[in-house]
């Protein structure tokens, strides 16, 4: 299915009364962190900010990416992440993982940050009632990049993925990598022989490496009822993530390093299989503790290509061995696994499946639940960012009018704060958008549906006849 060539951008929809106000931060291609209102009214730019993503806290700070990403490693690994206040001045930064000392060039320092970063104080980086992100101390959790040999899971180079904590001043605190724990993610035989002829292998400047699990998202569990009701593996400290490629939704332990909760690979057994395949998925976390919701997973179910296993007509070789071709976002109960609320395209009102392509995002894109139950929905491939009531309602929407270097608006992630958290601005007026009637839009010089011409022909006796017959043909018995 194409897309058009001709579609309205900013805020499209917006209703007052149902949605939830604040401000939306996103990166914006090639222009920097953006700060818009709910009639998407632009109030305020980071420009020398990259965002993967950015993240709004209290007090109008901002975190992010400011350094060039060095070719060498590829065009995901940031050089640095940084927390700035509201004028861009940087007052926190990170770049310590990777030392580069290649010969020929001036050694520095790299932080190979992708995807995620958590600071203390909030669990999941976005607003929750009670948990504030600290902005003048504590630590801050980051998902990065480290390159590996692991010969018992390919004889390639691996593209790894590890999680650090950082405290305020920089130092390395806790670190755990993900190959590390390759016998605990499930994979069967089929999925291991598949990843080690060929783990996801991709070339990252001059040299090539697998990028066998793709994590994008790290987070804290944070305070829930699953915990205090006795359940260990909720534990506050432990970190949810999820991997893209692996199409696995996992809890670490903290303490252990070990996996104490986790679906996927696969989704054809008993326990799992009412949740249908959940496939290169992204943002999956607990709803924070204060939201409609707290205590379970919400995680953008992008469809698409993921995962390893046996060949199949979309997969000769078993690389990418699952294929859906619309999104979900699914809001799942973590201990009895039931689905507890979902948007798919078929409660989005579209017909399945021939219209299911109208939600669907195959990479990027996040979920966040707001404080009246509503859920904000990042679909990151056309850079639509909109909010749906818990009854499917769209109650706000916003399309990004700012493309990358291939043509397209493409939004990683965003997020809604309250006004509160921008005390620089003033509580800005809210207008209603109501939607746009496409059955009757135009642009100019295009002509009106319902032409004169076919009004004249509708009006004549042979089209009256005509019509007779169609109906009288539909009354008969199938």
């Not at 700070?61 to 400011?66: A, E, R």
């Not at 904000?376 to 990004?400: K, M, Q």
Request: aromatic letters at 12%.
């Amino acid at each position: 299915m194409g897309h058009p060539t001709i579609y309205p951008t900013g805020a499209t929809v917006y209703n007052p009364e149902k949605a939830w106000s604040g401000y939306t931060i996103y990166q914006a291609a090639q222009v920097g962190a953006l700060l818009i209102g709910m009639n998407g009214q632009e109030v305020h730019l980071w420009k020398d900010l990259r965002g993967f993503p950015n993240k709004i806290f209290p007090g109008g700070y901002v975190l992010g990416s400011t350094a060039q990403r060095d070719p060498e490693f590829g065009f995901q690994d940031e050089a640095d992440v940084v927390q700035v206040d509201w004028d861009g001045n940087i007052v926190w930064k990170f770049d310590h993982y990777k030392y580069i000392a290649d010969p020929g060039k001036e050694p520095k320092w790299m932080a190979r940050a992708h995807h995620d970063y958590q600071r203390e104080g909030n669990p999941v980086g976005y607003y929750a009632p009670g948990l504030e992100p600290q902005t003048d101390k504590g630590n801050t959790l980051i998902l990065v990049h480290k390159d590996v040999e692991k010969p018992e899971i390919s004889h390639h180079p691996l593209l790894d993925d590890a999680i650090i904590e950082v405290d305020w001043e920089g130092n390395i605190i806790w670190e755990w990598v993900c190959s590390d724990h390759f016998e605990e993610l499930g994979f069967d035989e089929a999925a291991k022989n598949v990843l080690f002829r060929d783990p996801n292998t991709r070339f990252f400047g001059n040299h090539h490496s697998g990028d066998w699990m793709h994590i994008n998202s790290a987070s804290y569990i944070g305070p829930n009822r699953f915990y205090d009701a006795g359940d260990e593996r909720f534990h506050p400290d432990n970190i949810i993530w999820d991997a893209r490629e692996s199409n696995i939704i996992a809890i670490i332990d903290k303490k252990s390093g070990k996996l104490v909760w986790k679906i996927g690979p696969d989704y054809s057994g008993e326990e799992v299989k009412h949740l249908g395949w959940i496939i290169g998925q992204h943002h999956a976390h607990i709803i924070p503790k204060g939201l409609p919701g707290e205590g379970n997973l919400l995680v953008f179910d992008n469809g698409g290509w993921g995962g390893y296993g046996l060949p199949n007509p979309s997969s000769p070789y078993g690389q990418k061995n699952a294929l859906r071709d619309h999104s979900r976002v699914l809001e799942i109960n973590p201990v009895t696994l039931k689905i507890e609320w979902e948007y798919t395209p078929a409660k989005a009102g579209f017909q399945e499946p021939l219209d299911s392509y109208r939600f669907y995002s195959p990479y990027i894109s996040s979920a966040q639940r707001l404080p009246n139950g509503n859920t904000l929905i990042t679909e990151g491939a056309d850079g639509r960012i909109f909010e749906v009531t818990r009854e499917h309602e769209l109650v706000w929407e916003y399309i990004s009018p700012y493309k990358n270097q291939i043509n397209a608006n493409m939004v990683y992630r965003a997020y809604r704060v309250p006004y509160e958290w921008v005390p620089q601005l003033e509580k800005p007026e809210e207008t209603p958008i109501e939607p746009i009637d496409v059955n009757d839009f135009r642009v100019k010089g295009a002509a009106p549906k319902g032409t004169k011409s076919v009004a004249a022909v509708a009006g004549t006796a042979e089209y009256q006849e005509g019509a007779a017959c169609v109906a009288r043909v539909d009354e008969q018995p199938n």
